[in-house]
């Protein structure tokens, strides 16, 4: 699976939108961007999951870029309880059966 | 949907004894499950991946002999921690997949073990 750089830690405004920024560089054609978050001492929370259309659900928004090297995740109106640990994680399709590689992820402050 | 659970969500027990740690699917019927391993101020690392009926297959590093995973039923896999030191003592996650995205993996809410 390709390698992820994320940002240690970002600072965002109650209300405002947070964007976290990913680079996958590396990411081969039937790769997947995947977004985790962990709230501290919680298991990790999906969030959503891309191959190279934009997505959105109920509580973000994936835009990867055209050509597929990086993307960002939008959470539109931040709040406290999205404080978290970030995960950006890049796997093959059709990989179910294999776990995931974690990195650092961004630890996103939500300040009030 | 997609929910997982697990239990229990903290124990505290002494050096020595072993451990059970359940993991359950509680809506969907999970193809696979996984184990991971989080020390303090550290990222989620992958001990063992199990396939229901099927041998656990660990990760480099792991002990198997020590870690022992039973993956009993699709809704069901329990980790069984073994004659447990103190520096087993983490936050021991599970995650399942097999959800309503195949290929997603759901995570439970992690047990903290400590062992005195």
């Known amino acids: 699976d390709a390698k992820t750089t994320q940002p240690p830690s970002m600072d965002c405004a109650e209300g405002r939108a947070a964007n976290l920024p990913c680079n996958h560089s590396t990411i081969s054609g039937n790769e997947y961007v995947y977004w985790y978050r962990q709230i501290h001492s919680q298991g990790p929370q999906y969030i959503i999951h891309?191959?190279?259309n934009n997505e959105t659900n109920e509580m973000a928004s994936l835009i990867i870029t055209e050509d597929r090297k990086s993307s960002t995740l939008i959470l539109p109106h931040a709040t406290l309880r999205d404080t978290a640990v970030y995960y950006c994680i890049v796997r093959s399709s059709g990989g179910g059966a294999d776990g995931l590689t974690f990195g650092k992820g961004t630890h996103l402050i939500i300040q009030p | 949907g997609a929910v997982v659970s697990q239990h229990p969500s903290w124990v505290i027990c002494k050096s020595g004894t072993s451990v059970k740690i359940e993991c359950r699917s509680l809506d969907f019927q999970a193809t696979t499950m996984f184990w991971y391993r989080q020390f303090p101020k550290q990222s989620l690392m992958l001990m063992a991946t199990s396939n229901e009926g099927s041998k656990a297959t660990y990760e480099q590093g792991v002990e198997k002999d020590k870690f022992l995973i039973n993956h009993a039923s699709l809704t069901l896999s329990t980790l069984t921690v073994t004659s447990a030191h103190p520096e087993d003592s983490s936050f021991y996650i599970c995650?399942?997949?097999?959800?309503?995205?195949?290929?997603?993996?759901?995570f439970g809410p992690g047990t903290r073990l400590t062992v005195l």
């Open positions: 995650s399942a997949a097999g959800g309503p995205t195949l290929d997603t993996q759901y």
């Open positions: 891309g191959l190279k």
